[in-house]
Every structure is written in structure tokens, then in C-alpha cells.
């Protein structure tokens, strides 16, 4: 048995309950691994399943029924194993875990569809269709991307002023467009996009660190900001006090957020909620706050409509000059001047 046959063995086994079979290898002559092709090698990674996915295509596969519906039966064991990794790890949107699960449904059901299917590799099918239909246990709060795996700066402490309550608001932004990068959910531009912010904030505007506590992108990966400890920079003057600031990637003045997005504040929204007994009309956008287009027509309307549509009474207009975004768009400030950093 290859390297990538025991490590979807093991990841398999891993994933389910005690009482779960585990898959059935095949007892095909023991002299067919002389066939075996070059991916039965090769470790497991979603790089080695696409290679597996253009072979089984290829005229190879076709010579060979037998490990064709083997290529199969990986391809799809590998996908619940490696999909199961991303749901632990929370790097994944759950739209693109379910798309995944259920390319791993489909081979697994051509594999039981094939005349040329033999018995082992069956119940290898029957056994992985019940496990790529197991739902993933789901946070209460998304995972968090730490400071330091996206590569924060260090904060300036002095000039940051610690919270001294509870939160009892909580407000919503988006970055608007930022000249440069593509705000489509990729990592690495959710990861570069959000060291720019935080350069202009700390270098630019003279904040302590980025203004928002946390900050969303279009995959739902939730990226840690300013250290709750602290009081934000995101509403301007007062109306930081005892308000925790969340950013989306993003521009919303045209289109609305993802789902995945959308997922992740609202599980952030509804934890900061629980722990802080902060009401639900004191969930509210930039644009509640501030003459501001932030965050967006289509986020504001998504936070209005988790709100229930109340505003606080104590939660006035601030400034003039309309604003589009919270982040920086351009060579001058645009998330609104903050005497409390």
C-alpha cells in the first residue's frame, strides 16, 4: 500500500466515531501493485487529488477498469479526509466544505454505478457515501487567524486606551475597494490587504494598531485586529467608547457579501452579544454612527435587518463629509478622525 492509500487510511479512521468501519483495501492479486500508477506513491494533498482527478480521464484509466475505479475511490476518500482538515482548521468557507463533500458523493456513487466496480471496492463506496454525508460539528465562534499568521505589526501601546467595560455596542464596516488588491477572498490578498490597513492606521492616521477588533474577508475567515483589551478607532471620537469594531473585506455599496462572510459576523456578532449582554438594536452600522456611505448599502441592510431595524437613541450622527469606506482608499484618511485610539 502506497503512501497516499495509508494516509487516507489514517485520516479516515481519524475522522470517525469508534464505531465506524474503517475503508476495506482491496485483496486484488498482490502482484497488480507492479501497475499500481505513480499517484498510489505520492503523499496526500489536494495537489496529489487533482493529479489522481487527470488521470483517471487519461488512456491509462481507461486500459485499466480496475484502478480507474481505485482513482475514484481515492480521489473521493481523499476529499472527505482533506475537506474534515479545512473544517477543523476553519480556513475553509462552509459553501466550498459542502462543494467538496459532494464531489466526493458523486465518485463515490459512479464507483457503486460501474459494472466493472468489484465487491471490495463497493462497500468502500457504500461505506464512504454514509461519511461524506456526516454534517461537520460547527463552532460556536469562527476560528480565529491570529496576529501573528498574518503578520501584524506590533501595537503601540501608549497610545491605546484599555476598554474599562463591557462592550455594549458593536459596529459594522466595510473596507471599500483598496487601490492594488483584489478583495476576492484569496488569503494571500485578504492577508496583504489587511497589513496595508494596518500600516496607514499606525503610520498614517498615528493609532496605537488597526482600528477594528476584527476583520472578515470573503471566504469567512475571521482575522484578530486590535486586541479586544483595547478600545477601537473605528467610530470616531466618543462613539469608540465601549464599542467593538468589525470590518468586511470588501466593498458593499453594489453587491452584497458572501455567505460565508455573512456566517461569520453573524456567529461573531451573536458570541460578543452572549458574553457582553449587549441588545440587539446596539448592533449597528458605520453609517448609524457617522455621515458615512459605510458600510455598504447591502451590508447596512443585513445589519438593519439583524438588528430589527432600531436605532439606540444615544446613537447621533457624527461629522459631516459623507465617507465611503473605513479603510483607506486613498493618500488621505477615510475611516473618520478618533480623539481615542
Given amino acids: 500500500m502506497g503512501p497516499l492509500l495509508a494516509a487516507i487510511l489514517v485520516l479516515a479512521t481519524a475522522c470517525t466515531s469508534p464505531g465506524t468501519p474503517r475503508p476495506v483495501e482491496s485483496?486484488?492479486?498482490a502482484g497488480s501493485d507492479r501497475d499500481?500508477?505513480?499517484?498510489?506513491?505520492?503523499?496526500?494533498?489536494?495537489?496529489?487529488l487533482n493529479e489522481i482527478e487527470d488521470w483517471i480521464h487519461s488512456d491509462a484509466a481507461r486500459r485499466d477498469p480496475y484502478w480507474r475505479l481505485q482513482g475514484e475511490l481515492v480521489l473521493a476518500e481523499g476529499r472527505v479526509a482533506l475537506a474534515r482538515e479545512d473544517a477543523r482548521n476553519g480556513s475553509v468557507a462552509s459553501s466550498t466544505l459542502e462543494t467538496r463533500r459532494k464531489?466526493?458523493?458523486?465518485?463515490?456513487?459512479r464507483v457503486l454505478?460501474?459494472?466493472?466496480?468489484?465487491?471490495?471496492q463497493r462497500i468502500r463506496a457504500r461505506r464512504g457515501l454514509s461519511s461524506a454525508g456526516e454534517p461537520e460539528a460547527s463552532p460556536r465562534t469562527?476560528?480565529?487567524?491570529?496576529?501573528?499568521?498574518?503578520g501584524a505589526e506590533r501595537e503601540v501601546a501608549s497610545r491605546l486606551n484599555p476598554v474599562g467595560q463591557k462592550w455594549r455596542r458593536i459596529t459594522v464596516h466595510h473596507s471599500a475597494e483598496i487601490p492594488?488588491?483584489?478583495l476576492n477572498g484569496h488569503y494571500d490578498n485578504s492577508v496583504a490587504a489587511l497589513r496595508k490597513i494596518q500600516r496607514y492606521h499606525i503610520h498614517e492616521n498615528g493609532w496605537g494598531d488597526i482600528g477594528y477588533h476584527y476583520i472578515i474577508d470573503g471566504e469567512g475567515r475571521v482575522f484578530e485586529g486590535r486586541?479586544?483589551?483595547w478600545q477601537g478607532a473605528h467610530a470616531g471620537g466618543d462613539a469608540n467608547v465601549g464599542n467593538l469594531g468589525i470590518c468586511l473585506l470588501g466593498d458593499f455599496r453594489g453587491h452584497d457579501p458572501s455567505p460565508a462572510a455573512l456566517e461569520s459576523l453573524r456567529r461573531l456578532i451573536d458570541e460578543y452579544r452572549s458574553t457582553n449582554d449587549i441588545p440587539r438594536d446596539q448592533v449597528v452600522a458605520h453609517q448609524d454612527l457617522k455621515n458615512t456611505?459605510?458600510?455598504?448599502?447591502h451590508l447596512a441592510s443585513w445589519v438593519r435587518s439583524y438588528s430589527g431595524g432600531r436605532l439606540a437613541a444615544s446613537s447621533p450622527l457624527i461629522g459631516t463629509g459623507v465617507r465611503t469606506a473605513s479603510a483607506p482608499v486613498s493618500g488621505r484618511a477615510t475611516s473618520g478622525s478618533s480623539s481615542v485610539r
Fill in 227 to 229: 486586541d479586544d483589551r
Fill in 103 to 109: 464531489a466526493a458523493r458523486d465518485g463515490f456513487q
Fill in 293 to 297: 456611505e459605510c458600510p455598504g448599502k
Fill in 142 to 150: 469562527p476560528l480565529l487567524v491570529a496576529r501573528n499568521a498574518w
Fill in 27 to 29: 485483496t486484488r492479486d
Fill in 36 to 48: 499500481a500508477p505513480y499517484w498510489s506513491e505520492l503523499a496526500l494533498s489536494w495537489s496529489t
Fill in 180 to 182: 492594488g488588491f483584489t
Fill in 113 to 120: 454505478d460501474d459494472p466493472q466496480s468489484i465487491p471490495e
